[in-house]
């Protein structure tokens, strides 16, 4: 096989059926533990298993609209899966999907793979890149609703999701940290906000080692939008628990597209369309009340980062490097789109001595990250495959903080940027509100006061 294309036109052919076989859910004392079954013929069985701990709290019985969510997440877990030979044929066994939302999907997996599709150099489109053929039958399902106004807050680990933790103080009492796979990072992130143990739902979600196994040995592999698949989970737990309202941390900076004149988005499944397509889906044939929803929507990262450091309780805890998040303890790798990205947002708002102290060394007199430097401006062919901001803020930030070091020695990174392209200035881009969002009334208001005090 010459390339990629030509490994992706090979496989799929010779793996042409990808079966989604079943889903089960055990429950006991401790967790409620979801298992998936899934099939690519003539090469290998998957089951994928996803454990939520009971703790002490208070899970409702399984019911037919519970196991309809299930049913619904297992179709954004097999795109991990099906990934590894793009099948032409995905045939579910297990349940029914009418046309609409048959389309719903097909969309979901062809833009939520668009950059796995780009860095692969793969060409396909979205009417030929997979079938879906349900032999299964629908479950009979009712309208819910969730009575407790409660709030399931996802924690990564990072400063978005530190900063929705601390916006919504006042709602603390009515409020639950959900954690997927729980590290030391994360666990502190909701201690310091004020969640211990009894109010952290734990979930430990184990992806099948034979998939690392054919990542490793040549098979296709790279990003899937696991954004995606944190929707239908939280909106499963959700359900159970009886919370209506899953608080999110998605910016609206996560609508831009990595490769210009392109629908290729990192963080497509974090976008605002995602968010609503998810939304009206939901409504539609999930039928529990439940609202999800980014808090943060309406702000910019500049924005999200002006009030990350207005204290100072997570910036010696928070990480939002992935590269680092795969060592232990987690650490900022100091050498990716990612940390330098989070580096510079934050140089605009605290002094140089606290955001070293912060990442351990200064990362804007690095060269070796000149190039990830660039791209983060929107000086490269494209902008780095991360979960990083808007081309005009990066520009703004740098410009803020060499404006802000005027009558200093310049770090190497800085130095080079005053030197080949104009400073910016943009009065208005702390004060953006973005109305493209599902916020409830109250948290719009709790954004727009806070907006009013810069």
Same mark, same amino acid.
């Given at each position: ?157 990072? &400063? ?7 916006? *919504? ?42 998939? *690392? ?105 928070? &990480? ?118 599902? *916020? ?15």
């Amino acid at each position: 096989m010459k390339d990629n294309n030509s490994k992706f036109l090979y496989l799929r052919e010779k793996y042409s059926d990808f079966i989604y076989e079943d889903y089960e859910i055990i429950e006991d004392k401790e967790y409620i533990l979801l298992k998936f079954y899934f099939s690519i013929n003539g090469l290998v069985k998957f089951t994928p298993i996803t454990k939520i701990l009971r703790k002490n709290f208070n899970f409702s019985e399984i019911d037919n609209n519970t196991k309809n969510i299930v049913f619904n997440l297992g179709l954004v877990e097999l795109i991990s899966y099906w990934k590894v030979v793009c099948s032409k044929n995905i045939i579910i066994k297990c349940g029914f999907l009418n046309e609409e939302q048959i389309k719903w999907f097909k969309k979901l997996y062809f833009y939520g793979l668009g950059e796995l599709f780009y860095t692969n150099g793969i060409n396909t489109n979205i009417n030929d890149f997979m079938n879906i053929v349900c032999t299964g039958k629908p479950i009979e399902i009712e309208n819910k609703k969730n009575s407790k106004e409660d709030f399931l807050i996802p924690i990564g680990g990072g &400063k978005d999701s530190a900063v929705t933790l601390e916006l *919504l103080k006042e709602y603390h009492s009515k409020s639950y940290a959900f954690i997927v796979n729980p590290k030391e990072v994360t666990k502190k992130c909701a201690s310091i906000a004020g969640y211990e143990n009894d109010r952290i739902i734990e979930v430990q979600r184990t992806i099948d080692k034979k998939l *690392l196994f054919l990542n490793s040995v040549g098979f296709i592999n790279g990003h899937t939008p696991f954004s995606s698949m944190l929707a239908f989970l939280t909106y499963f737990v959700s359900s159970l628990m009886n919370i209506k309202y899953i608080t999110l941390s998605n910016e609206s900076s996560a609508n831009e597209s990595n490769v210009e004149g392109q629908k290729i988005n990192h963080q497509y499944s974090k976008s605002y369309e995602f968010e609503n397509d998810f939304k009206l889906y939901s409504e539609k044939y999930l039928k529990s009340d439940v609202l999800y929803f980014s808090l943060l929507r309406p702000l910019s990262e500049i924005q999200i980062s002006k009030i990350f450091t207005e204290n100072d309780k997570y910036y010696k805890t928070i &990480k939002s490097c992935n590269i680092g998040s795969k060592s232990s303890p987690w650490k900022w790798c100091n050498n990716c789109p990612k940390c330098l990205f989070v580096y510079i947002m934050i140089s605009v708002f605290w002094d140089k001595e606290k955001v070293i102290e912060m990442f351990g060394e200064d990362l804007l007199d690095k060269e070796s990250l000149k190039e990830i430097f660039l791209g983060l401006c929107g000086y490269e062919k494209n902008k780095p495959f991360e979960c990083v901001g808007t081309y005009r803020e990066v520009n703004y930030a740098i410009s803020e903080i060499i404006k802000k070091r005027e009558d200093k020695k310049l770090p190497k990174l800085l130095n080079y940027y005053k030197d080949n392209f104009k400073l910016i200035s943009d009065d208005n881009i702390l004060k953006n509100f973005d109305n493209n969002n599902n *916020l409830p009334y109250e948290l719009k208001n709790i954004l727009k006061r806070k907006i009013e005090e810069w």
